[in-house]
C-alpha cells in the first residue's frame, strides 16, 4: 500500500535540552547549571511535524534551508536516519539556528536562542515543484512566508490540502492564512487576531479569513475547532511531563496525518492531541514523538 507523502516546508535548526533539578535565580550572578539529562535534537518546527506523520504512517519530505555548519548536516543526518526526504532542503548560510533549553523539574525554563547567520543577499529559490512531486498534502509554519506562501499557491493549485501551524503573528501572514484549508493556531494567535472575542466567536472570524477549517490548541485546556457549524472540543489527554517544548509541531503532523487516512475532523484533532500530549513525556521531540499504534490505543481509550 501507498503512504501518503506529506511535505513540509520550512528552514530547519537544532536545539539541545536539558534537564536540571534548579535553575539560578535571575540576578543570582555567575552560577553553574548541572543538567541531569541532556539530549541534541532537531529544533522544533517543520521537520518535526513532518516527523509526527511519519510516525502516524505517512511517507516525509522537507523542503527548505539548513547551515552547511557541523549542526546543518547533523539536522540532514537525522532527516536521513527517519527515512525523510531531505532532496529538496538546500544548504545555505554557515551558521545554524540554535535553541538551547534548560528545564526545571518544577516547571521553569531557560531559552537561549540563536536564529543562525544568513549571509548576504536572497535565500535560495525552493524548486517547488520538485519539492511537491507525489505529495498528498503541504505543511507551513508561517516562519518563512515568501516561500511559503508560494508553495501554498503551488499546492492549493494542485487541489492538494494546506495545513498552517501558526505560533506568532508576523506582517504578511494573512496570505499565508488565506491560503491555508487548515489553520492550527495557538491560543495567543487567536487572541491577537481576533481580540476581544470568545473562543467560538473567534474560530469563526478565523475562518472568514479564508480556512475551512480552524482549530486553536489551548496547552492544558485542550484543543477547540470549528468546521462549517460544526464546533469541535477536545479535553487534553493527561501525561506526565517532562518536556512540553515543540507540542504543537508534533501536534500539527499527526493532525496531517489522519486527515490523509479520511478521519473526521474531531477524530483528527484527537489524534493530534494525543500524539502531542504523549510525546511530552520524553526530552525533545524527535525520538519521543509516538507511533500510530500507540495514540490510537490511548485515543479509544477515551472513547
Given at each position: ?24 535565580e535571575i ?44 549542526l546543518g ?52 529559490r525552493i ?177
Amino acid at each position: 500500500m501507498t503512504r501518503p507523502v506529506v511535505v513540509g516546508l520550512g528552514r530547519l535548526g537544532v536545539a539541545l535540552t536539558g534537564i536540571t533539578p534548579r535553575l539560578p535565580e535571575i540576578g543570582a550572578g555567575d552560577a553553574a547549571v548541572e543538567l541531569a539529562a541532556a539530549t541534541l535534537t532537531m529544533a522544533p518546527g517543520i521537520a518535526v511535524a513532518v516527523r509526527a506523520a511519519t510516525a502516524f504512517g505517512c511517507a516525509g519530505r522537507v523542503a527548505g534551508t539548513v547551515a552547511t555548519d557541523a549542526l546543518g548536516r547533523f539536522a540532514r543526518a537525522l532527516l536521513d536516519e527517519a527515512g525523510i526526504d531531505d532532496r529538496a532542503v538546500v544548504g545555505w548560510g554557515d551558521t545554524a539556528a540554535c535553541e538551547v533549553t534548560a528545564l526545571e523539574r518544577g516547571g521553569r525554563r531557560l531559552v537561549l536562542s540563536h536564529d543562525g547567520l544568513d549571509p548576504e543577499g536572497a535565500p535560495p529559490r525552493i524548486d517547488v515543484d520538485a519539492a511537491l512531486a507525489g505529495a498528498a498534502a503541504l505543511l507551513v509554519d508561517a516562519t518563512w512566508l515568501d516561500a511559503q506562501v508560494v508553495a501554498a499557491r503551488a499546492a492549493r493549485a494542485r487541489r492538494l490540502p494546506v495545513i498552517a501551524d501558526v505560533s506568532d503573528v508576523t506582517g504578511g501572514l494573512g496570505e499565508l492564512i488565506g491560503l491555508a484549508d487548515v489553520l492550527i493556531a495557538s491560543e495567543r494567535v487567536a487572541a491577537e487576531l481576533a481580540p476581544r472575542a470568545e473562543l467560538p466567536e473567534a474560530l469563526a472570524q478565523l475562518r472568514a479569513l479564508g480556512p475551512r477549517a480552524v482549530i486553536v490548541t489551548l496547552g492544558e485546556a485542550g484543543v477547540i475547532g470549528l468546521h462549517g457549524e460544526t464546533l469541535v472540543e477536545c479535553p487534553a489527554f493527561p501525561v506526565d511531563v517532562v518536556d512540553a517544548t515543540g507540542a504543537g509541531a508534533v501536534f500539527h503532523g499527526a493532525f496531517a496525518a489522519a486527515l490523509l487516512s479520511d478521519l473526521p475532523l474531531a477524530r483528527c484533532i484527537e489524534v493530534g492531541a494525543a500524539s502531542a500530549a504523549l510525546s511530552c513525556r520524553g526530552l525533545g521531540r524527535w525520538d519521543a514523538i509516538p507511533g500510530r499504534d500507540e495514540i490510537l490505543a490511548v485515543v479509544r481509550a477515551r472513547s
